[in-house]
């Protein structure tokens, strides 16, 4: 009979052909040039998440280091980490280190300011966050409220080929579902998708949080007879291609608007309309997104949206 060991390993080996990290790892994508931070607190459960990310991203960069945050009211006054025993900075720790992901699995509840600061390191350092979604449901991620970080569900991969889920948060907060390599819990799977965003940053270049979520998105499969609020958008499956489509679609030359903001709620949308002729812009390179539709325009989107089914353009 196999021991508990064994039985770990064959599943460990079964997760990598799947969603293609061994593939990966032979063509020499193994994280290597990023850096990522794990900002557990010292014991047994920083060790078996950092092997966690460390199964899929060997070659990555991982720094050690619970979070510090001070807040008065609803503004961080100091935000520090702990690395090597020295507390420094924060945002000097990810200037001096290039830290681009910081995972964490921790639950319970967070303050506002805390959650709208890191939401702030997302745009202004281009930090990716990511987070566990718990193990049960009512255990809220620490980072999971208000989308600050890409909160993670555990699904685990039977020996007859079939995906179950073995660990999941509290309903609407789960963003997507993994492996958890050799760990155990969404705190592992938290770090194993951290790794796989690595390998996916080594390959095919930076990007955004946001574009990240939408990249995650576009890879990842429905697992069948999984309700949605566990699993998310899916189980992210990593691309063989050579180039990331969402990406060149995010950033088409199209969207070169200059009152259309990066971050705009309607960007991606305002995107697609003008990808697929329904929508252009103003001579000046402006698209006046706040403007109201006027019965005219609408008439011709709409003639250009049947022009479009019917196969005319």
Same mark, same amino acid.
């Given at each position: 009979?196999?021991?508990?060991?064994?039985? $770990?390993?064959?599943? *460990?080996?079964?997760?990598? /052909?799947?969603?293609?990290?061994?593939?990966?790892?032979?063509?020499?994508?193994?994280?290597?040039?990023?850096?990522?931070?794990?900002?557990?607190?010292?014991?047994?459960?920083?060790?078996?998440? !950092?092997?966690?990310?460390?199964?899929? %991203?060997?070659?990555?960069?991982?720094?050690?280091?619970?979070?510090?945050?001070? %807040? !008065?009211?609803?503004?961080?006054? /100091?935000?520090?980490?702990?690395?090597?025993?020295?507390? &420094?900075?924060?945002?000097?720790?990810?200037?001096?280190?290039? &830290?681009?992901?910081?995972? $964490?699995?921790? !639950?319970?509840?967070?303050?506002?300011?805390?959650?709208?600061? *890191?939401?702030?390191?997302?745009?202004?350092?281009?930090?990716? *966050?990511?987070? !566990?979604?718990?193990?049960?449901?009512?255990?809220?991620?620490?980072?999971?409220?208000?989308?600050?970080?890409?909160?993670?569900?555990?699904?685990?991969?039977?020996?007859?080929?079939?995906?179950?889920?073995?660990?999941?948060?509290?309903?609407?907060?789960?963003?997507?579902? @993994?492996?958890?390599?050799?760990?155990?819990?969404?705190?592992?799977?938290?770090?194993?998708?951290?790794?796989?965003?690595?390998?996916?940053?080594? =390959?095919?270049?930076?990007?955004?949080?946001?574009?990240?979520?939408?990249?995650?998105?576009?890879?990842?499969?429905?697992?069948?007879?999984?309700?949605?609020?566990?699993?998310?958008?899916?189980?992210?499956?990593?691309?063989?291609?050579?180039?990331?489509?969402?990406?060149? $679609?995010?950033? @088409?030359?199209?969207?070169?608007?200059?009152?259309?903001?990066?971050?705009?709620?309607? =960007?991606? *949308?305002?995107?697609?309309?003008?990808?697929?002729?329904?929508?252009?812009?103003?001579?000046?390179?402006?698209?006046?997104?706040?403007?109201?539709?006027?019965?005219?325009?609408?008439?011709?989107?709409?003639?250009?949206?049947?022009?479009?089914?019917?196969?005319?353009?």
């Amino acid at each position: 009979m196999a021991t508990y060991a064994e039985l $770990r390993e064959q599943d *460990f080996k079964r997760q990598i /052909e799947f969603n293609n990290i061994k593939k990966y790892h032979d063509a020499g994508f193994k994280g290597k040039g990023i850096t990522v931070l794990n900002a557990e607190h010292d014991g047994d459960h920083r060790e078996m998440t !950092s092997k966690a990310f460390k199964d899929y %991203a060997p070659d990555a960069t991982l720094l050690e280091g619970a979070i510090g945050i001070r %807040a !008065s009211g609803d503004k961080v006054i /100091e935000a520090t980490v702990n690395l090597n025993g020295d507390r &420094i900075c924060l945002e000097d720790a990810i200037d001096k280190y290039n &830290i681009k992901i910081i995972t $964490r699995s921790y !639950s319970g509840k967070t303050p506002n300011a805390t959650l709208n600061y *890191f939401k702030d390191l997302q745009k202004r350092k281009g930090v990716i *966050f990511v987070n !566990s979604a718990g193990n049960a449901p009512h255990e809220h991620g620490v980072w999971s409220k208000n989308d600050t970080a890409i909160t993670v569900s555990a699904c685990q991969l039977k020996e007859d080929g079939s995906i179950i889920m073995r660990y999941f948060g509290s309903e609407g907060e789960i963003d997507f579902t @993994g492996f958890m390599a050799r760990g155990i819990g969404t705190s592992a799977s938290a770090p194993a998708i951290a790794a796989m965003i690595a390998l996916l940053l080594e =390959k095919y270049g930076d990007f955004t949080q946001e574009e990240c979520v939408e990249i995650l998105k576009s890879i990842s499969i429905k697992l069948p007879n999984i309700e949605d609020y566990k699993q998310g958008w899916g189980l992210p499956i990593l691309p063989l291609t050579e180039k990331l489509e969402i990406l060149e $679609r995010l950033r @088409g030359e199209n969207m070169n608007f200059k009152d259309v903001e990066q971050d705009r709620w309607s =960007k991606n *949308f305002i995107k697609i309309c003008v990808d697929e002729g329904l929508l252009q812009g103003y001579p000046d390179g402006t698209f006046n997104p706040g403007a109201s539709v006027t019965r005219e325009e609408l008439a011709v989107v709409l003639v250009r949206l049947l022009d479009k089914i019917e196969g005319r353009i």
